[in-house]
């Protein structure tokens, strides 16, 4: 079985930072791509970061270039989010996912995506 748990989200001031971790159980991530996508109150779930297996390709969202980083640890079996000069908009709950695709071409699609965690909420205060 695989299981993803989020980490490290909590209440923050705009301005701040945190940093996410995903911790994923089952198989070895160093053969799939990994991804964080977040769902803020009333919305839908949207793309924020993706990453190839080897940590040498990255594919961020609009809005959070410049201010996120993902980043993994093959051998550590974990993903983590550095979320830099935080704004109210961040405010979601943030989930990690696993593309089990046989592909380098990272994906911003949800559906591409086979495994995720149950989301670790982040609030901004303005």
């Known amino acids: 079985q695989v299981h993803l748990v989020e980490s490290g989200g909590g209440l923050v001031q705009a301005g701040g930072s945190l940093k996410l971790s995903c911790a994923v159980s089952?198989?070895?991530?160093?053969?799939?791509?990994m991804g964080w996508f977040r769902q803020a109150p009333g919305k839908q779930r949207e793309f924020v970061a993706a990453?190839?297996?080897?940590?040498?390709?990255?594919d961020l969202s609009d809005s959070v270039k410049g201010r996120f980083t993902i980043s993994r640890d093959n051998a550590a079996n974990m993903v983590y989010l550095q979320m830099i000069r935080l704004k109210s908009e961040d405010t979601a709950v943030y989930y990690c996912?696993?593309?089990?695709?046989?592909?380098?071409?990272?994906?911003?699609?949800?559906?591409?995506?086979?495994?995720w965690g149950q989301g670790t909420p982040v609030t901004v205060s303005s």
């Open positions: 996912a696993l593309d089990r695709r046989p592909t380098h071409i990272l994906s911003t699609d949800l559906s591409d995506y086979d495994y």
């Open positions: 089952g198989p070895t991530i160093s053969t799939y791509a």
């Open positions: 990453i190839n297996t080897n940590g040498d390709n990255r």
